[in-house]
């Protein structure tokens, strides 16, 4: 085996552990807030008042609560969330082995935590917590993920011409979880500093002209 390569490869793990780490704190909370709070506004604790609260909610879906299509749309979006994980673990390989800047590799190693955070809720929490929407055709694959941090910025009806969840009400939102967190910090710091990530990126590149650019995967369904 080369012994660049092999060093190569290697340095993606500290990588992987800080996904591991956010994994870990995500589902910790999730645990944390499933064994000791009651759901909806009877458990529901001030964090910061009325501006941050912690709520236990349960959400089937994507983002702020849309949905697929039922009976099987959870189970494209478990489908495609096990993709997506699969394909930032290759992309974080292959970044680390073309030594791009380290700071944009651990952006990915974010989005990949907050990603897998989400995809066990699916997988797995139907059947450990029970959780799964009633009528769905298994408990596996079609838990719920549990959010908890409650930001209540706007309540009302989202306007019909919304994609999804147009003309739904909202008793208030964002509701989310630390995997949500991740993910977002992770493509925000990646949007402010993508100048400095690819500069730093460009001489490396340069003395390995085998390697092309790389382009992330799409993280916007990954929350």
């Known amino acids: 085996m080369h012994p660049t390569l092999t060093t190569r490869q290697h340095s993606a793990a500290k990588f992987f552990l800080l996904a591991l780490f956010i994994i870990a704190v995500d589902q910790f909370s999730k645990w944390a807030v499933h064994t000791y709070m009651q759901p909806g506004s009877a458990g529901e604790i001030p964090v910061l008042g009325q501006f941050a609260k912690l709520n236990y909610t349960l959400n089937p879906g994507m983002a702020f609560g849309a949905q697929l299509p039922a009976p099987y749309g959870k189970l494209v979006l478990t489908a495609f969330r096990s993709l997506a994980v699969v394909g930032l673990v290759y992309y974080i390989i292959r970044l680390c082995r073309q030594r791009v800047a380290a700071g944009y590799i651990a952006c990915m190693a974010l989005i990949l935590g907050g990603a897998l955070g989400n995809l066990i809720d699916s997988i797995f929490y139907g059947v450990l917590y029970n959780n799964a929407p009633v009528g769905s055709p298994t408990r596996w694959f079609y838990g719920q993920v549990i959010d908890m941090i409650y930001v209540p910025l706007y309540v009302g009806y989202f306007p019909k011409s919304w994609p999804l969840i147009g003309g739904s009400y909202s008793s208030g939102f964002p509701i989310f979880n630390i995997a949500d967190s ?42």
Request: hydrophobic share 50%; charged share 15%.
């Open 182 to 223: 991740s993910i977002f910090i992770g493509v925000v710091m990646i949007l402010l500093n993508q100048s400095r990530f690819f500069n730093e990126s460009q001489p490396s590149a340069a003395s390995h002209p085998e390697s092309a650019p790389l382009v992330a995967p799409d993280a916007e369904k990954l929350a």
